[in-house]
């Protein structure tokens, strides 16, 4: 894959506003859903992002027929795709797509649902620790399916899924989200608990009850899905990017900076707003937008890790970032995944004082960040490297930074129109 250098001449304060664009943690479960029946789903404010492209692709490739379309033009955000799946023409999902991404597995239910049967190359993604697929596995073969394992391929069969009452061992989204549509044409009822609550699962039953789903929710994390023998096509319009508003959140929050962050659900980033305020972040809030402004002098933290409405992981790295610039010892604990501070090393060969014990960082702040040659290992790191580079004093090189653009919808573009001086450079 070609490598993006991302250069940044730190030390400039952002100032400005920037609109969050559509979730991509929405989006390709969204776009899986196609799988489920022949008519055309419309999805609006999506982002064009690599991940979704792949996913796209992969859509194209087992049969879809669809667009992308840009109704604004030029580099602005809000993509509209349609697309459509007549006839699914093909149950294998390639090596070639499913590598990139480790959402190409949310296509194993809806394929085993639609024509009982699918062959899914074994998904890649983040190297971020163990993402085990044994949940998802795990209630397929309860609702009939015969899985194994044909080489790098994960291959399932049965003649038609039947409903069940399933409890995940537990929190998974993609694994929720897989059990959700393949639920959606199984035979009978499906009750499916201790559910992930997560905004972009809750957006997908959105989407499957408007493409005609039987889909209620019990108590506070179960859901009853009546199955259907079809689905039909329906429009939608994919929820902001609450992890994409966290890291312009975070961002407007460092020294210097004043940004605002439009285009938002507010509610869904619930815990991270009390970090913040517990931090003493001059952070303000209204109906659609977030408005932080830099200079506090910000207190240390202790954060933990959890699944919603806890604090995110994927926000983990961008805050331990910030928190190199608070005033003490800082704490952050992952309880998600396994090998997630994979940004720390690299933190600290830009002066960061952080020790990682098992499963928890250690941040000693106040620390004068410098400029440093940098190598991005995941999607979510990476954009805690941008950000200490915007902080740091001096140029900043970030390397593999091909990861960002897999989640980050223009990132680039929206800095530098904040004042950022950064640059892409493709190897």
Do not use: W
């Not at 090189?397 to 450079?425: C, D, H, T, V, W």
């Amino acid at each position: 894959m070609q490598d993006i250098i991302i250069s940044i001449q730190g030390g400039r304060p952002l100032a400005g506003s920037v609109v969050v664009s559509g979730a991509k943690n929405a989006a390709l479960p969204e776009l899986a859903a196609a799988c489920l029946g022949p008519g055309v789903l419309e999805f609006s404010n999506v982002p064009l992002v690599e991940d979704v492209k792949v996913m796209f692709a992969a859509l194209r490739e087992i049969g879809a027929e669809g667009e992308i379309a840009n109704p604004l033009g030029g580099d602005s955000q809000g993509h509209i795709i349609r697309v459509a799946m007549p006839v699914l023409r093909s149950p294998l999902v390639s090596q070639r797509i499913a590598r990139t991404t480790r959402a190409s597995v949310l296509l194993l239910g809806p394929m085993l649902a639609r024509c009982g049967e699918a062959r899914v190359s074994l998904p890649g993604g983040c190297p971020i620790g163990e993402r085990k697929i044994d949940f998802h596995l795990q209630g397929l073969e309860s609702m009939g399916a015969e899985i194994r394992f044909e080489g790098e391929y994960l291959a399932a069969r049965c003649d038609r899924l039947q409903g069940i009452d399933f409890t995940f061992p537990g929190k998974t989204v993609t694994g929720t989200e897989n059990l959700l549509m393949a639920a959606t044409l199984a035979e009978g009822t499906t009750i499916l608990r201790n559910c992930a609550l997560e905004p972009e699962v809750e957006d997908l039953v959105v989407l499957l009850r408007a493409m005609g789903a039987d889909i209620r929710m019990e108590g506070e994390d179960a859901y009853v899905i009546r199955g259907r023998t079809a689905l039909h096509g329906a429009a939608h319009r994919v929820i902001p990017d609450r992890i994409e508003a966290g890291t312009y959140l975070i961002a407007g929050c460092f020294a210097g900076n004043e940004i605002r962050v439009e285009g938002v659900v507010p509610g869904h980033l619930g815990e991270l707003l009390t970090v913040l305020a517990g931090m003493g972040a001059s952070v303000s809030v209204s109906e659609h937008a977030f408005h932080a402004r830099g200079g506090s002098m910000l207190h240390p933290a202790e954060v933990v890790t959890a699944p919603y409405p806890g604090f995110p992981t994927d926000l983990q790295a961008q805050l331990t970032t910030l928190l190199t610039q608070a005033t003490g010892v800082s704490r952050v604990r992952e309880t998600i995944f396994n090998d997630r501070f994979r940004h720390v090393d690299e933190l600290k060969l830009m002066g960061a004082d952080i020790d990682v014990r098992g499963d928890a960082a250690v941040i000693r702040g106040r620390t004068g960040l410098r400029g440093a040659g940098l190598r991005a290992t995941d999607l979510r790191a990476s954009a805690a490297l941008v950000l200490g580079g915007l902080a740091a004093a001096g140029e900043t090189r970030i390397a593999n930074s091909y990861q960002l653009f897999r989640g980050y919808e223009n990132m680039p573009e929206k800095l530098q129109k904040l004042g950022a001086a950064i640059a892409i450079n493709r190897g």
